[in-house]
């Protein structure tokens, strides 16, 4: 079984300023972890995702995420926003389970908007 | 190359009609999906294709049906129309392998339902 939180729902910040959406998530197998961003009246694109390797990801527009596997996390991260980030954002988690199965589910997402 | 697309955009029913949501996807992917997005829910699954041939029930079935037609399109059919059904509905592919977990969705534009 696997889930994803993402506990706040909308997230108000001042243009420049920096945030953090924050993504928990739970397992019984090893995952793959993704961020994907969606603009008003749009479908969802991949912002970026972790595999293995490096803790830290960089992804397209200045956003970062970081796994913290103790602490089953993928905070996302921007160190100054613009007007142009207000959209929401979604967290999700892939696994593969035996005999193949892949699974994949997403959070409830993450409103941001960027106050001017 | 046009990625996901999504027929029709917009779509208004009276409860107990029937209609077909359309996708297909150019970028030779093995895996199809159907989401609904609903507020303060995130995306859940209706039902998945893992593989031309091959359907499944997601999260949230019940209701709908659905046909790949070949590798390229997936069609979600509404046999009659609920106003729970009101939601905005999303298809997506994704690429599948030995490492599938690793790949991303690739996401249409959504098709917005009305059901009066």
């Known amino acids: 079984a696997q889930s994803v939180t993402q506990l706040d729902s909308q997230v108000p910040v001042f243009e420049e300023a920096p945030v953090e959406l924050r993504c928990n998530y739970s397992?019984?197998?090893?995952?793959?972890l993704f961020w994907y961003v969606q603009y008003p009246n749009q479908g969802l694109q991949l912002l970026l995702k972790?595999?293995?390797?490096?803790?830290l990801v960089k992804g397209i527009n200045g956003f970062e995420a970081e796994f913290n596997k103790s602490q089953t996390s993928f905070h996302l991260r921007k160190p100054s926003v613009h007007i142009s980030d207000t959209a929401e954002y979604f967290c999700?988690?892939?696994?593969?389970?035996?005999?193949?199965?892949?699974?994949?589910?997403f959070g409830t997402g993450t409103k941001l908007q960027v106050i001017p | 190359n046009a990625g996901v697309t999504q027929t029709p955009k917009f779509q208004v029913l009276k409860t107990g009609q029937s209609m077909t949501l359309q996708c297909a996807q150019d970028?030779?992917?093995?895996?199809m999906y159907w989401y609904r997005q609903d507020p303060g829910m995130g995306l859940r699954l209706i039902y998945y294709?893992?593989?031309?041939?091959?359907?499944d029930k997601g999260e949230v079935p019940n209701g709908y049906n659905v046909s790949r037609l070949n590798k390229r399109e997936f069609s979600l059919r509404l046999e009659s129309a609920a106003p729970s059904q009101t939601s905005v509905y999303f298809c997506?592919?994704?690429?599948?392998?030995?490492?599938?977990?690793?790949?991303?969705?690739?996401f249409g534009p959504g098709t917005r339902l009305l059901v009066l």
């Open positions: 997506a592919s994704r690429r599948m392998g030995p490492a599938g977990g690793q790949e991303t969705q690739y």
């Open positions: 397992s019984s197998v090893s995952v793959y």
């Open positions: 972790y595999l293995s390797g490096s803790t």
């Open positions: 999700a988690v892939s696994a593969t389970y035996s005999g193949g199965y892949q699974k994949v589910t």
């Open positions: 970028m030779n992917h093995n895996s």
């Open positions: 294709s893992a593989s031309e041939g091959t359907t």
